[in-house]
């Protein structure tokens, strides 16, 4: 299970820390994503970070504004935001990423397998 | 970067119909494509991974083919359950991933 926390109304320009609790698997054993969806729009893949946390990728929407981190002794993910723009208006999911082959189809995967339920983060002054 | 495209963005269909939704890479990405359900107020929920092996617990009139750039999701006998959005996302540049922008499948 992933629950997502720390989504509020912050001014442009402003900062925000999200926090995603996991329980229910081992959590230093899995990539985690953080995917974002604005109101009535799509998804967007925002960041991921490897299971050790010294792998960190970020979307090019966010790069040098956010910065995902995690504490295994915790069982948390977080994400940094900064510089806070209008269009980082969203609803902020964590995943948890599966990864694996398949042998029956001879093909790898990395599936986002479970997912919280979000926390909204708007920007507006 | 690979960019997703779905088509239709949005169709109509009937409890019983068969519906196909198509997603397109722009580069190949092998088998690396996943497709998601995801409901009004709810996360997107995994359906089918690795272009054609269905998620535990999903139904079988879900399937999914495909490899290389062109992809397809198809549900076979619509439930009424089953009207949803839904994303495709390629994970062959895992850790970065990028997702279709959606098919909203409403009942006619």
């Known amino acids: 299970q992933l629950v997502e926390f720390g989504g509020d109304l912050v001014q442009p320009g402003g900062s925000l820390r999200l926090s995603c609790a996991a329980s229910g698997f081992t959590f230093s054993d899995y990539v985690m994503s953080w995917v974002r969806q604005a109101p009535g729009k799509g998804l967007e893949w925002v960041s991921s970070i490897s299971e050790s946390g010294g792998s960190r990728y970020y979307a090019d929407s966010v790069q040098g504004r956010v910065t995902i981190s995690r504490d295994n002794s915790k069982n948390t993910l977080f994400l940094q935001m900064n510089s806070l723009r209008v269009e980082d208006t969203a609803l902020y999911y964590c995943?948890?990423?599966?990864?694996?082959?398949?042998?029956?189809?001879?093909?790898?995967?990395?599936?986002?397998?479970?997912w919280g339920q979000g926390t909204t983060v708007t920007v507006a002054s | 970067d690979i960019q997703m495209t779905q088509s239709p963005s949005s169709l109509s269909a009937s409890v019983g119909d068969r519906v196909t939704i198509t997603c397109r890479a722009s580069q190949t990405i092998s088998s690396f494509l996943n497709w998601y359900q995801q409901k009004p107020g709810q996360a997107p929920k995994l359906l089918i991974y690795a272009a054609s092996s269905l998620q535990s617990g999903v139904p079988s009139r879900f399937s999914g083919s495909g490899s290389g750039t062109d992809f397809t999701l198809t549900i076979d006998s619509l439930q009424p359950e089953d009207f949803a959005t839904y994303y495709c996302q390629q994970s062959y540049n895992a850790p970065s991933y990028t997702f279709g922008q959606g098919t909203k499948l409403a009942i006619k």
């Open positions: 995943a948890k990423v599966e990864s694996g082959y398949d042998y029956l189809r001879l093909a790898g995967y990395y599936v986002m397998d479970v």
